[in-house]
Each structure stands twice: as structure tokens, then as C-alpha cells.
């Protein structure tokens, strides 16, 4: 079965960097366009970054764009997410999804993926 696994969150002060990978096993990786979504307490699940198949289409929410970077090894199977200048906003838990797609493009709308991670929890501290 498909399986998702996040990992690199934590704990870590304002202005500072972390670097999330999510690693895919029981699908084709190359074939599905990828997302970065995460959730606060207390708030809706909303859309971060997502990635084409062949990596050359990006989408970010305005929040993250130009402090985040997505980005994609598909010889690893394994997508990251490179979280610079994190602010106390930015905590959350971050999930991976992955979605069929041969299109060259990706989808910012959760409604789109089919598989998902566990999550993995990011805490940015004042």
C-alpha cells in the first residue's frame, strides 16, 4: 500500500531553518505532483507548497513564499521542504501528499490528493 512518511520537524527559534523530507514507497513516485500542506491548532488544514512530477511547476501560499523552498528527488522517492526565516506562524504540523498526476502541473487544493503522511509537528518558539 501507499505510505507516506514525514520526518525533520521539531523545535526551533524565529529566524531560523528546518528541513522536511517525505519519503514514498508503493507508487510510482515519478508519476504523482506532490504538496506540502500543514495544520495549526485550532485552524483549517491549508496548502504550503506543491510540485510537479518532473519538478519544474511550483505553486507557494504567500505566507511561505520566498522563505520555503520544495523540492523533489525522484531517484530517492523523496520530497523536502526547506523552511528558512520560520516564524512563530509557521508552527503547525506538516503533511505530504501525493497525487497521480502526468500533467505539468501541481494542485494547491487538498482536495486533490489521495494519499497522505502522518505529519510531522514544527514549533517555532519567539
Known amino acids: 500500500q501507499v505510505q507516506l512518511v514525514e520526518s525533520g520537524g521539531g523545535l526551533v527559534q524565529a529566524g531560523g531553518s528546518l528541513r522536511l523530507s517525505c519519503t514514498a514507497s508503493?507508487?510510482?513516485?515519478?508519476?504523482?505532483?506532490m504538496g506540502w500542506f500543514r495544520q495549526a491548532p485550532g485552524k483549517e488544514r491549508e496548502g504550503v507548497s506543491c510540485?510537479?512530477?518532473?519538478?519544474?511547476?511550483?505553486w507557494y501560499a504567500d505566507s511561505v513564499e520566498g522563505r520555503f523552498t520544495i523540492s523533489r528527488d525522484n531517484a530517492k522517492n523523496t520530497l523536502y521542504l526547506q523552511m528558512n526565516s520560520l516564524e512563530v506562524d509557521d508552527t503547525a504540523v506538516y503533511y505530504c501528499a501525493a497525487t497521480p498526476n502526468l500533467g505539468p502541473w501541481c494542485y494547491s487544493s487538498q482536495y486533490e490528493y489521495d494519499h497522505w503522511g502522518q505529519g510531522t509537528q514544527v514549533t517555532v518558539s519567539p
Open positions: 508503493g507508487l510510482t513516485f515519478e508519476t504523482h505532483t
Open positions: 510540485l510537479s512530477r518532473r519538478g519544474d511547476k511550483t
